[in-house]
């Protein structure tokens, strides 16, 4: 039976254009719940939690307006964290303190919006409650523009960024093409371990002919003398050549093309920071090829541009929060939403869930069927799966000609 109590929310590891829709989710159905009674955020996640930081959000139950615009608001609301819990047998005393500061909110119900690396924090704490017979509930919240996370057919939060990614390869393509000049611009985009946002920069060449000729990607081992065949090979045909690339992509011996460009910091969760992939490219066809070239770096606009938000994932992201509510308040717990596409002509998704340990630290890579047979671009396939999730605009509000924004107290 569930339990009338207090929930609480918080936000982890690399925001999204959506992750505050799916926090406006939570929001929503925690006002419509019966079995909650007020909602708490922890300020930057789960650091926040353990130190106390806590707020109420519940002054937003019911305001239509504030939550329409928490939808289009970028970034974390409640701030985010990139902390890796220890396990219990590590650090009891930062279980304890969690809990301690749980007890003393009335808090039973624990959503945590993140990726793959916070399902573990969401493991982990599930696993120490009932461990120690605590009748709080954990349910995992997914989140993430890289779309890596496995046993859901994709992630909020990816939509937006692939629409992003996929209008401003149009627009660089578009300027690109403007003279006669052999040129190459190399666009880099973010994915440490998987294509998706690559993916989505050959969406406008395969709708309007304008777009990234070759795309390349850190499921396939990048050849530096294929790339270069490969750039030859278009600027016999067309002057202006647009490539783009994961920022994972990786030599044949396993090495990161951006290593010499990268600062070798390494992040709690052992991930190298990334960067710097397009400019050793840029340097590579100098040399090789000698036309103009240069390297443009998306970075994080890839995962704040609200303003050109999918509308299917913005709706999605709402669903997906609301759903985790649903979830807690039936008694689960250590579990994630996922989503599962339905068959037939018209898009649609439905709602479910999985243990959050089988998604803790697991990574979804770009299937072999979606890589072309040149190992330098997608297939229809990958079009396919990727068009549904752009679709849509919102209405934005704009006030002295600037996105209006929410800001949590």
């Known amino acids: 039976m569930a339990l009338k109590a207090n929930a609480i929310v918080g936000q982890s590891g690399g925001p999204t254009a959506a992750i505050n829709a799916t926090l406006s989710g939570i929001i ?79 808090i039973r119900y624990l959503f945590y919006i993140g990726g793959n690396d ?54 660089i393509s578009r300027d690109s093409a403007v003279y006669t000049v052999d040129a190459v611009t190399i666009i880099e985009l973010m994915g440490r371990d998987a294509g998706w946002l690559a993916c989505a920069a050959a969406l406008p060449k395969y709708y309007t002919g304008v777009g990234a000729d070759l795309v390349y990607l850190p499921e396939v081992p990048f050849s530096s003398a294929r790339f270069i065949s490969d750039v030859k090979n278009e600027l016999l045909t067309h002057p202006n050549v647009v490539v783009a690339v994961s920022e994972g992509i ?13 600062s070798g ?45 999918s509308k299917t994932d913005i709706d999605e992201s709402v669903l997906v929060g609301a759903y985790a509510v649903k979830l807690a308040t039936k008694g689960n ?14 898009y649609e998704i439905s709602l479910d869930s999985v243990d959050a340990s089988r998604v803790a630290g697991c990574v979804r890579s770009v299937p072999p069927e979606f890589i072309n047979v040149q190992k330098n671009g997608v297939t229809r396939a990958c079009i396919d799966y990727i068009s549904p999730l752009i679709l849509g605009e919102r209405k934005i509000e704009y006030k002295n000609g600037i996105p209006v924004h929410l800001t949590i107290k």
């Open 265 to 309: 910091t390494i992040d709690v969760f052992g991930h190298k920071y990334l960067g710097g992939a397009s400019r050793n490219l840029e340097a590579l066809v100098r040399r090789k090829i000698g036309c103009k070239v240069r390297s443009v770096e998306l970075n994080l606009p890839q995962r704040c541009a609200s303003h050109i938000a």
């Open 118 to 171: 916070s399902m573990d924090t969401v493991k982990k704490l599930s696993e120490y409650f009932e461990a120690n017979n605590c009748d709080i509930s954990v349910i995992g919240v997914p989140k993430t523009i890289d779309n890596d996370l496995c046993i859901t057919d994709h992630a909020p939060g990816y939509g937006s960024a692939a629409k992003y990614v996929a209008t401003a390869v149009y627009e």
């Open 250 to 262: 990786k030599h044949e011996n396993g090495s990161y093309v951006a290593d010499s460009m990268a």
């Open 28 to 106: 929503r159905a925690s006002a419509d719940s019966e079995n909650i009674e007020k909602l708490y955020g922890m300020k930057n996640g789960i650091e926040g939690l353990i130190d106390g930081k806590i707020v109420d959000i519940s002054y937003l139950f019911g305001d239509e307006k504030s939550l329409y615009t928490l939808e289009s608001t970028p970034a974390a609301a409640l701030g985010s964290c990139r902390k890796k819990l220890p396990t219990c047998g590590e650090n009891k005393e930062i279980y304890e303190k969690i809990l301690g500061h749980l007890k003393s909110f009335n």
């Open 333 to 346: 717990t250590g579990k994630m939403v996922t989503t599962t596409r339905k068959g037939g002509d018209v």
